[in-house]
């Protein structure tokens, strides 16, 4: 007999990227016919050689790498995302506003653990980011859909009507996961100015800022709220490394926030992980001081993917591209079975591995059986006209 199961963990859905893995067990593919992997939104290649050393000169000669660190992570990393975040936000940002975690899965509980409990709510913008649905589901907090439509922009309007008395925050992600659409400016302004009208917390999840069309991430950014001299009254910004340098594996994330959230959230990390990997630190600091053109070329590369797909997807006829960017293209298909039951038979009659809305989206949600998720970060222009023409044939 199994012991009991904590009924609030039993409820949460299992991870998405895992059980799409599962689809390929007893499937064979080709060389031919390939695999072609738009499931994850991660890179698969390692970080760039430069940094590898690094990290091994850090493992070998500094003892302090295999040690305890401080629980919100080491000092040196955090005065520097302070000093660049500031510079590119054109904001004050003070080294004991940053915080570094275990990944920005990581960031986000530990910052929604300091917001929200039992009974509370988080408004969360449809399609969602699935981790963040299930961490508020884990905890008995009650993630609020807002949904988006067709432009996938969260409505400020909407969003008011659905604030309640245990209403404690809204979560937004730009450039998004799952649509890749990018927030407009003035977009996240008048989320602030909601946020701060109702003294609610506006949680930035801004992963995917290095591939922002709009900006760089070292000279400028998608938004001007660090420019207010109280922003972190209401804004908690979340980040990760895992992108930029292709750190996955090392689990580097990071958030921005008043002082007294920090100590609260200090409790969590503590109990958690105790400090964030410290090669990982390393890797991140090496990168942020070394890699600024690399990392400058990747967006451009990304970029280029983004373009790819835009210019092509008007030959699959009667699928829709609804937005793309970051590393994301969110499509709405012709097919008559739900996007769930697609995407498991485009896994066997096409190859191909991507995500139904469905995993982003409220149970019965319309809108997720129509649509589907193709994470481009690891297929070039070559892949992705390949992966058109399997689309294409699939009937």
């Known amino acids: 007999m199994v012991s009991p ?12 990227v895992m059980e799409a893995r599962r689809w390929l067990d007893g499937v064979e593919f080709t060389p031919d016919h390939p695999l072609i992997n738009v499931s994850q939104a991660a890179p698969v290649a390692p970080p760039p050689l430069a940094l590898r050393e690094a990290i091994a000169h850090a493992a070998i ?64 913008p449809t399609p969602w980011y699935f981790n963040h649905k299930m961490w508020c589901d884990m905890q008995g907090v009650r993630a609020v859909p807002l949904a988006t439509g067709n432009d996938l922009l969260p409505d400020p309007a909407k969003a008011e009507a659905l604030i309640t008395d245990r ?58 709220l660090f420019q207010d001299p109280d922003w972190d009254k209401t804004l908690v ?36 992980s105790i400090c964030p990997n410290q090669l990982g630190q390393i890797a991140a600091l090496w990168g942020l001081q070394n890699l600024t053109d690399w990392v400058l070329g990747e967006r451009a ?50 190859g191909v591995l991507l995500l139904p809305g469905t995993m982003f989206t409220p149970e019965g949600d319309a809108a997720g059986k129509r649509q589907l998720r193709i994470a481009f970060a690891n297929v070039d222009r070559g892949g992705i006209s390949d992966l058109f023409q399997r689309l294409q044939s699939l009937r």
């Open 5 to 16: 199961l904590n009924p609030r963990m039993a409820a949460t859905f299992s991870p998405p």
């Open 61 to 124: 000669n500094l003892d302090e790498a295999h040690l305890y660190g401080p629980v919100l992570g080491n000092e040196d990393l955090r005065a520097e995302v302070a000093t660049r975040w500031s510079k590119a936000y054109g904001g004050q940002i003070t080294d004991n506003q940053v915080a570094i975690t275990s990944g920005c899965n990581q960031a986000f509980a530990a910052v929604l653990a300091t917001i929200a409990g039992e009974g509370d709510e988080v408004i969360l």
């Open 167 to 224: 209403t404690k925050a809204i979560a937004l992600v730009s450039p998004n996961n799952p649509g890749g659409v990018e927030y407009p400016a003035d977009l996240l302004r008048a989320f602030y100015a909601l946020c701060e009208r109702h003294g609610l917390t506006l949680l930035l999840d801004e992963t995917y800022r290095d591939f922002d069309s709009r900006c760089d991430g070292v000279t400028s950014a998608a938004h001007d």
């Open 237 to 272: 910004h979340l980040y990760s490394f895992s992108k930029a340098f292709r750190l996955t594996g090392h689990r580097v994330g990071a958030f921005i926030a008043s002082p007294t959230r920090l100590a609260e959230a200090e409790k969590f990390l503590d109990t958690v």
């Open 301 to 350: 590369e990304i970029l280029d993917r983004r373009a790819a797909i835009t210019e092509g997807f008007p030959q699959l006829n009667g699928w829709r591209l609804l937005d793309c960017g970051a590393y994301f293209a969110w499509a709405e298909h012709p097919f008559e079975e739900s996007s769930d039951a697609l995407a498991k038979r485009l896994v066997r009659e096409a």
